[in-house]
T-cell receptor, first 113, second 115 residues
Framework: GEDVEQSLFLSVREGDSSVINCTYTDSSSTYLYWYKQEPGAGLQLLTYIFSNMDMKQDQRLTVLLNKKDKHLSLRIADTQTGDSAIYFCAESPMNSGYSTLTFGKGTMLLVSP | DTEVTQTPKHLVMGMTNKKSLKCEQHMGHRAMYWYKQKAKKPPELMFVYSYEKLSINESVPSRFSPECPNSSLLNLHLHALQPEDSALYLC??????????????FGDGTRLSIL
């Protein structure tokens, strides 16, 4: 079955890099997503990667995928206080049509000045 | 700003009331989703519509009744809810593509409180 695990909490200082980790179990071809949720808001899609890729970079965000270990990480460079939020890792198996997401429990990122 | 719009943002209702949550998207997406999210938990899938037809119902109680009147709109009709149904209700939409998965885009949700 599908299972996504994340560490629950991360605290960093402003300007440092943040690394949020995630492991997944689905062995089929899959898409892996990072969503950000600020208090009182919905989920904002940050980035996503297909399981045949190793890395994806988008401005301050870098996603690394270790397919052998089924380990995904999200690195945020030059972390700002506005990055404080809950970050969800999610997995979606390759199928025909719409996507179904399996979420991790979320990592709360706290950025202090 | 989100391209998936949910109304109302907040809703307080009694257990005997009937109300509806609304979701609208104009991105041409043909899959739409309802999720329930309790505090400090990930979203839980409730329903999936694909091409305006119900594709997934995750054993949701019948007091929640979804409706997809057209490709841009998704409703969730509520009747005789229980206090444990208080949560953030999120709507999402995505393209439907048989060759790949398309990411889901979420609205900001409706915060529902049952008295």
């Amino acid at each position: 079955g599908e299972d996504v695990e994340q560490s629950l909490f991360l605290s960093v200082r402003e300007g440092d890099s943040s690394v949020i980790n995630c492991t997944y179990t689905d062995s089929s071809s899959t898409y892996l997503y990072w969503y950000k949720q600020e208090p009182g808001a919905g989920l904002q899609l940050l980035t996503y990667i297909f399981s045949n890729m190793d890395m994806k970079q988008d401005q301050r965000l870098t996603v690394l995928l270790n397919k052998k270990d089924k380990h995904l990480s999200l690195r945020i460079a030059d972390t700002q206080t506005g990055d404080s939020a809950i970050y969800f890792c999610a997995e979606s198996p390759m199928n025909s049509g719409y996507s179904t997401l399996t979420f991790g429990k979320g990592t709360m990122l706290l950025v202090s000045p | 700003d989100t391209e998936v719009t949910q109304t109302p943002k907040h809703l307080v209702m009694g257990m005997t009331n009937k109300k509806s949550l609304k979701c609208e998207q104009h991105m041409g997406h043909r899959a739409m989703y309802w999720y329930k999210q309790k505090a400090k938990k990930p979203p839980e899938l409730m329903f999936v519509y694909s091409y305006e037809k119900l594709s997934i119902n995750e054993s949701v109680p019948s007091r929640f009744s979804p409706e997809c009147p057209n490709s841009s709109l998704l409703n969730l009709h509520l009747h005789a809810l229980q206090p444990e149904d208080s949560a953030l209700y999120l709507c999402a939409s995505s393209q439907v593509d048989r060759g790949s998965n398309q990411p889901q885009h979420f609205g900001d949700g409706t915060r529902l409180s049952i008295l």
